[in-house]
């Protein structure tokens, strides 16, 4: 056999083999309980000692049971809560206008951040004036809403979209600021231009920072509806905020501290979901360790 052929025969085994070792299924790292257990513990240990000190608050009689309720009386209305179609009605009505106004925060922030990033002029103009946004406390933004829009749905948009925005565009623009030269010259060598340059080279590479804007852009909508919604009583729309507002005026402070535990609930959900979103892509990226 021909002296080239046996080189390529052998080069070919090893390609094969490290394929094999590549693919080949990765070792168990132990059983899936107990990581699940290592995971929860922890997140368990700090609510037990919340608690805890909670109801350590109550017996010291700092205040009346009627004023702060203890745990127990708290966890019983709340399981009773939840087995109402209302209760489910106002938290779908929370989440959607949630989703709405974060939407079209991410798209209206997007398309400002990309403007911003790519036109120096634009940047120097309204670059500072998008972090004093993002800065400036939400709830100043309310007595404007409801001059701009009584009390309505779109007043509560308006403060959602208005808080969330600006983070989002300030992380893309930091995503994009932190692109690598030499990548944006090997992507003009392949000939990208314009949209495409953005779409194929410029937004992919940005992605980890623009979903930390994503993540406090969430953040900032979710505060701010949930300020508009004590603020802002839409007729007939019984919200999440809405009905915490309601058991204020009615002094039951059990069912005001059963929705305070239920949108602490809420947040963490969605905070899981940014995390695994935010893990899958540093996994993809190969920022995570085997």
């Not at 995503?175 to 937004?203: A, E, F």
């Not at 809420?266 to 920022?287: C, E, M, P, S, Y």
């Given at each position: 056999m021909p002296t080239e052929a046996i080189t390529a025969d052998k080069t070919a085994d090893e390609v094969s083999g490290l394929d094999a070792l590549e693919l080949a299924p990765r070792p168990d790292k132990g059983d899936r309980g107990r990581r699940i257990w290592n995971s929860a513990w922890p997140k368990l240990l700090a609510v037990a000692i919340a608690i805890a000190a909670w109801q350590l608050v109550v017996l010291s009689e700092w205040k009346p049971t009627y004023v702060l309720p203890g745990p127990v009386d708290v966890f019983a209305d709340l399981k009773e809560l939840a087995t109402t179609p209302d209760f489910w009605d106002g938290v779908r009505l929370t989440l959607t206008r949630a989703f709405t106004g974060f939407l079209l925060a991410v798209a209206i922030g997007t398309v400002i951040g990309a403007a911003v990033s790519r036109f120096a002029p634009l940047r120097a103009a309204i670059g500072s004036l998008i972090t004093g946004l993002q800065t400036m406390p939400s709830i100043m933004w309310f007595p404007l809403a409801i001059l701009l829009f009584q009390l309505s749905e779109s007043a509560i948009m308006f403060v959602v979209v208005?808080?969330?925005?600006?983070?989002?565009?300030?992380?893309?623009?930091?995503?994009?600021?932190?692109?690598?030269?030499?990548?944006?010259?090997?992507?003009?060598?392949?000939?990208?231009?314009?949209?495409?340059?953005?779409?194929?080279?410029?937004?992919?590479?940005?992605?980890?920072?623009?979903?930390?804007?994503?993540?406090?852009?969430?953040?900032?909508?979710?505060?701010?509806?949930?300020?508009?919604?004590?603020?802002?009583?839409?007729?007939?729309?019984?919200?999440?905020?809405?009905?915490?507002?309601?058991?204020?005026?009615?002094?039951?402070?059990?069912?005001?501290?059963?929705?305070?535990?239920?949108?602490l609930?809420?947040?963490?959900?969605?905070?899981?979901?940014?995390?695994?979103?935010?893990?899958?892509?540093?996994?993809?990226?190969?920022?995570?360790?085997?």
């Open positions: 208005i808080g969330a925005a600006p983070s989002v565009a300030n992380g893309l623009i930091s995503g994009i600021d932190y692109v690598p030269r030499t990548w944006l010259r090997v992507g003009q060598v392949l000939g990208m231009k314009g949209l495409s340059k953005y779409r194929h080279l410029i937004l992919p590479a940005s992605l980890p920072s623009f979903i930390s804007g994503l993540k406090q852009g969430w953040a900032f909508s979710w505060r701010s509806l949930m300020a508009g919604e004590l603020l802002v009583i839409v007729p007939g729309a019984l919200s999440v905020g809405a009905r915490m507002q309601n058991a204020r005026d009615l002094h039951e402070a059990s069912l005001v501290i059963s929705y305070i535990i239920v949108v609930i809420i947040g963490i959900l969605i905070d899981i979901l940014f995390n695994t979103a935010d893990n899958a892509l540093r996994k993809r990226w190969g920022l995570t360790g085997n």
